[in-house]
């Protein structure tokens, strides 16, 4: 065991010397850390990314006002008010704004227009913003939800809004007399119910498992999604494990190309203790780049650390995982440049794939399907995971198993390889 | 102490050692000798275990497998390419092969203060190998070799690419190493190396053994003749009393006692205004052998 480390420790004094591998393993991921955190991050809290839009409010009621509050509480969006429709609508087209919304006459008398058939919004929307478009109805439609049950919650209101749809259900000589017969029972009993019912209770009731629980949960997730650092930090530490995995399959093969292999060999030690220390020296500098990195995560960037213990788990997987992957990588050739050629090669595909490069959310379905398949995604599951998802361990497990599974399987066929072709 | 049967190793179509058999005896000097991939590095790679051989075995002191650890230790090789960590100082090259073979402590030390010395290198010990001359990194090559202070060295042409004087310097130690009855392994393909050096030499070509036999042995058996070259005064009154080629003044004669007949010619009468004797050596040794010399 002396020896391994022995072996290890020169590995790694070897690393801190070469400076082109120092680059890759070091500086590299700290600035495409810092740098795609900072440009895409800010302050962090997405509120540089929300979308800004603009609203007219033409029905000016309790409704109307309701509803775009509820609207500018969202964060993933900015909205700003206007009297002016066509000079807002404008402004959408020339790309200013995202979208306009028209919030019509009678918005708040019909709910949102959620018991009248015309539609009392109008939203018009940059074109070429149309990845937008769906989650600004969402939004809207969230909107609109809540600020009627908030009224709703208010039982006079809400027997209010009964008895006037009760009226104009009435009045309304074009719906067919069965129709009507059963909407004026539905709304006779809703009136009998919101009329007899304790107004505290009702109040109760309205607000889902006190104080609004769902729309807590939901906001939540919106505004404490992951700072710009908890993403861009991962993706850059994958780069400093695929920086130590490279560095050190390359060393694999210019000590066999070199002759210190053929020294070690004649030495009193095994190969196998030769190749651990080879693993172990990888190992450590794989770790030491995750820890690194991590410290500057959650000391300076203050990024969340969910599970700790977990975290541990997935730094050690990681490490195994490229460990093994150096050792097979290191005997795809048998020149310095072939490893290093074709074993860039792998990592770079490895890394575009898993998300070292756009993160898996951006991607492209099939690609994202594909993502699944790379190892550097894995380490990326399982390193957000432990920090800002606050994964349980029963969740880091898949990408942890998978880490650990594919990063023995490789170092054993790397070893197998080199054994048979070195003899 | 060095044994090898009868070892045969292809690569892909390549034949590069083709029954092979030799033995060594402990406290001697073994050149191999031969030209340009004769074989002699695969051979070297046999006799220590690095290379397993397609058929035939390696017996180190009797004992079948050279990758056994007990024997591993007795051995110190100086491989042909320049086997060292690039980015490592001298000093830290030798400590850390002296590590690799059990060494530590006080003894570590000292053995790594005796290479640095073996290799000349006392001033430059703290700097990095990538900083060496080509002269400088074959000794060090060497001295690696030597830490561990083993009974058996194997030294593949430790000599090539060395300037005259870190040859001369690399030689006397060697020289010393001999004295100290160390048994050494030493390929080149330099004749007067091994004429210098070694106690008996094997002459390779084609991953075959020529001949085997100590340099005196060797050139009686297939050196041929002395030749004596000389240039007159002026031609010869008699010129069919010599007994040689005549052309002119210039005079050529091929004998086994090439003193004698100079002093015989002299005697004879004849003047001389450049005179050589050529003795044989093993580059006629192998000319003789292969028809080819040995370098071209
Ligand atoms: N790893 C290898 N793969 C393929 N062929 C090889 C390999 N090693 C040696 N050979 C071939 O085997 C033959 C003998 O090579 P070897 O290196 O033993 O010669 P050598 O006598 O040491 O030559 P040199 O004086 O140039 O060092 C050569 O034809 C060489 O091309
Ligand atoms: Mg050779």
């Given at each position: 065991?002396?020896?391994v480390f022995t072996l290890a420790l020169k590995d790694l004094t070897l690393l801190r010397r070469d400076l082109f591998a120092m680059f890759w393993v070091v500086a590299f991921p700290l600035v495409f850390g810092l740098f795609f955190g900072a440009i895409f991050g800010g302050a962090g809290d997405g509120a540089r990314s929300a979308m800004p839009i603009v609203i007219v409010d033409q029905d000016q009621t309790d409704g109307s006002t309701a509803f775009i509050d509820r609207l500018d509480a969202s964060t993933a969006i900015n909205v700003e008010p206007s009297d002016d429709p066509e000079a807002s609508r404008d402004l959408v087209r020339r790309g200013k704004r995202v979208a306009c919304i028209v919030v019509r006459d009678g918005f708040g008398k019909s709910f949102g227009g959620m018991f009248g058939g015309e539609s009392l919004l109008e939203i018009t929307i940059d074109p070429s913003r149309g990845a937008e478009q769906g989650m600004l109805q969402g939004l809207l439609q969230e909107a609109m939800y809540r600020s009627v049950i908030d009224r709703f919650r208010d039982s006079t209101v809400a027997r209010e809004s009964s008895q006037s749809s009760i009226d104009s259900i009435r009045a309304d000589e074009g719906i067919d007399p069965i129709q009507k017969a059963i909407l004026l029972?539905?709304?006779?009993?809703?009136?009998?119910f919101l009329g007899t019912i304790d107004p505290a209770m009702y109040e109760d009731a309205m607000t889902f498992d006190g104080g609004g629980g769902i729309e807590t949960v939901e906001v939540e997730t919106e505004s404490r999604g992951p700072t710009s650092f908890e993403i861009s930090f991962p993706q850059a530490m994958?780069?400093?494990?695929?920086?130590?995995?490279?560095?050190?399959?390359?060393?694999?093969?210019?000590?066999?190309?070199?002759?210190?292999?053929?020294?070690?060999?004649?030495?009193?030690?095994?190969?196998?203790?030769?190749?651990?220390?080879?693993g172990l020296a990888c190992f450590l500098a794989i770790t030491g780049v995750l820890v690194g990195m991590l410290l500057v995560e959650t000391l300076?960037?203050?990024?969340?650390?969910?599970?700790?213990?977990?975290?541990v788990l997935a730094v050690v997987c990681t490490g195994v995982c490229f460990v093994g992957i150096m050792m097979l990588v290191s005997?795809?050739?048998?020149?310095?440049q072939?490893?290093?050629?074709?074993?860039?090669?792998?990592?770079?595909?490895?890394?575009?794939?898993?998300?070292?490069?756009?993160?898996?959310?951006?991607?492209?379905?099939?690609?994202?399907?594909?993502?699944?398949a790379s190892p550097v995604q894995w380490g990326i599951t399982a390193i957000q995971g432990a920090t800002w998802r606050g994964y349980s361990f029963t969740e880091l497990l898949p990408s942890c198993g998978l880490l650990v599974g594919v990063g023995i399987a490789c170092y054993v066929i790397g070893v197998r390889v080199l054994a048979i072709t070195d003899r | 102490m060095i044994e090898a049967k009868d070892l045969r190793k292809t690569f892909g179509t390549t034949v590069a050692v083709d029954g092979l058999s030799?033995?060594?005896?402990?406290?001697?000097?073994?050149?191999?000798?031969?030209?340009?991939?004769?074989?002699?590095?695969?051979?070297?790679?046999?006799?220590?275990?690095?290379?397993?051989?397609d058929s035939g075995d390696v017996l180190i002191d009797g004992k079948a497998d050279p990758t056994r650890a007990d024997v591993r230790k007795k051995l110190g090789i100086a491989p042909q390419s320049i086997s060292l960590y690039d980015e490592l100082t001298a000093e830290e090259n030798l400590r850390f092969f002296g590590k690799m073979?059990?060494?530590?402590?006080?003894?570590?030390?000292?053995?790594?203060?005796?290479?640095?010395?073996?290799?000349?290198?006392?001033?430059?010990?703290?700097?990095?190998?990538?900083?060496?001359?080509?002269?400088?990194?074959?000794?060090?090559?060497?001295?690696?070799?030597?830490?561990?202070?083993?009974?058996?060295?194997?030294?593949?042409?430790?000599?090539?690419?060395?300037?005259p004087q870190s040859r001369n310097h690399i030689f006397e130690r060697i020289e010393a190493l001999k004295n100290d009855g160390r048994t050494i392994v030493y390929t080149t393909h330099y004749m007067e190396e091994a004429q210098r050096l070694c106690d008996r030499v094997a002459i390779m070509d084609r991953g075959r053994i020529l001949a085997l036999d100590t340099v005196a042995g060797l050139i009686a058996a297939h050196g041929g003749q002395s030749v004596i070259e000389a240039e007159l005064d002026r031609p010869p009154d008699d010129a069919d009393a010599i007994d040689g080629v005549l052309d002119g003044t210039s005079l050529r004669v091929e004998t086994d006692r090439p003193l004698e007949r100079v002093a015989a010619l002299a005697e004879a009468g004849l003047s001389f205004r450049t005179l050589q004797v050529h003795q044989p050596d093993l580059e006629t040794v192998f000319l003789s052998l292969t028809g080819r010399r040995l370098r071209d």
């Open positions: 065991m002396g020896k029972t539905f709304m006779g009993s809703l009136d009998t994958m780069w400093g494990v695929i920086g130590c995995a490279a560095a050190f399959a390359i060393s694999i093969v210019q000590e066999r190309t070199g002759g210190t292999f053929l020294r070690l060999r004649v030495s009193p030690i095994s190969r196998a203790q030769i190749l651990a220390g080879k300076i960037l203050g990024v969340r650390l969910g599970n700790p213990a977990g975290l005997v795809i050739g048998k020149t310095e072939a490893v290093a050629g074709a074993g860039w090669a792998a990592f770079l595909v490895m890394a575009m794939l898993g998300g070292g490069m756009v993160p898996v959310f951006f991607m492209p379905r099939w690609m994202y399907m594909l993502s699944h | 030799l033995t060594i005896e402990p406290g001697e000097v073994f050149g191999l000798l031969g030209p340009n991939g004769a074989g002699k590095t695969t051979t070297i790679h046999m006799l220590i275990g690095a290379l397993s051989p073979n059990d060494l530590s402590g006080g003894l570590l030390k000292e053995r790594t203060a005796w290479a640095i010395e073996f290799a000349g290198l006392a001033e430059r010990r703290r700097s990095r190998v990538k900083t060496f001359s080509g002269g400088m990194k074959r000794r060090l090559n060497l001295a690696c070799a030597l830490v561990h202070d083993p009974p058996i060295i194997l030294m593949d042409e430790p000599t090539a690419g060395v300037d």
